[in-house]
């Protein structure tokens, strides 16, 4: 079954023309996915692998007003807008694959996301898979079909490669995923550890999650609080890199933009407050699959 898929997704990519847009049109048609149409301003009347532009949002659904999945692949100057313009649209599910879109800017989209009940996934996030079913984005990358293969584990990471690399892992040991998202490295996630879990726990077709953390943020604490509410309660095992940044000055930033050096924030005192609620703990990134492998 997975989370955040189905046979029934239909998708919209915002900046289809460009570079990144067309290779996610094919990427996502290569794996089973349904990319109906994309938006470029200016360059409506055109096709990419098929599939017409609209100049609009809007333009778009009066031809598709089945596209449940709104993918942006525009650049940085032009996130915020087409964001928004996806929101008003009322597309309930946004990935966003950007990178460096201003923090004021993202916190405004997804505060306006949240007031219509829309999911983001994202921003810098390279996209999440439901193996045999379909992907959003170019998470897998050619290699999809090597690394991922139905099966029962859900993935969270907040690196891209990782999200590659910890599937690969599972899928060597001889099990399989459920779903594999990449929430993506930036300050603010559009969708949290905690709102993933809440999708796995009602997820028949999952039994045990890993996630693939970092130092710095907050969020790794919802988990504490989900699981003492109950609201979780398959087998969880993490991992969270960047146990080196406590030699490093507070609030610096070290890999990913929301890896940065906060006080209470580091990995041993995230590593603490989850042990704490029966989360399993990995020492390095490898060993997750031996923590879920006897859950799957």
């Known amino acids: 079954m997975g989370i955040l898929l189905s046979e029934k997704t239909k998708v919209l990519i915002q900046g289809i023309t460009g570079k990144e847009g067309q290779k996610a049109v094919k990427a996502m048609s290569d794996y089973h996915t349904q990319v109906v149409c994309g938006v470029t301003p200016k360059k409506g009347g055109q096709e990419v692998e098929g599939r017409p532009v609209f100049n609009s949002v809007k333009e778009a659904l009066a ?7 709104n993918a942006v692949y525009v650049p940085p100057f032009a996130a915020k807008a087409a964001i928004l313009e996806a929101i008003d649209a009322g597309i309930p599910l946004i990935n966003i694959i950007v990178e460096r879109i201003p923090i004021k800017d993202i916190a405004y989209c997804l505060a306006m996301a949240k007031e219509k009940n829309i999911r983001v996934i994202g921003p810098s996030s390279l996209g999440f898979i439901v193996p045999g ?7 897998g990358g050619p290699l999809v ?3 991922f293969q139905p099966g029962s584990i859900g993935i969270i990471s907040r690196s891209g490669g990782m999200t590659n690399e910890v599937s690969w ?5 001889g099990l399989g995923q459920s779903a594999a ?11 949290t550890y905690a709102d993933l879990l809440r999708l796995f726990e009602a997820d ?3 039994k045990a999650v890993m996630i693939f953390g970092e130092h710095g943020g907050s969020y790794e604490f919802e988990i504490v609080d989900l699981i003492k509410n109950g609201e979780f309660t398959k087998p969880l095992a993490i991992y969270i890199g ?5 030699v490093f000055p507070e609030g610096m930033n070290v890999g990913h933009a ?8 580091s990995a041993a005192e995230k590593e603490a407050a989850l042990s704490a609620v029966g989360v399993k703990i990995a020492e390095r990134y490898e060993d997750l699959v031996q923590l879920v492998q006897p859950y799957a």
């Open 145 to 147: 079909n090597e690394i």
């Open 133 to 139: 079913v379909g992907r959003i984005g170019v998470v």
């Open 63 to 69: 031809e598709f007003p089945e596209v449940n999945v």
């Open 204 to 206: 028949p077709s999952t």
């Open 242 to 246: 960047g146990k080196f940044a406590n």
């Open 181 to 191: 998202v990449h929430v993506g490295g930036d300050l603010l996630m559009g969708t």
């Open 169 to 173: 892992q599972v899928r060597k040991a």
């Open 258 to 265: 929301g890896a940065i050096v906060a006080r209470g924030q």
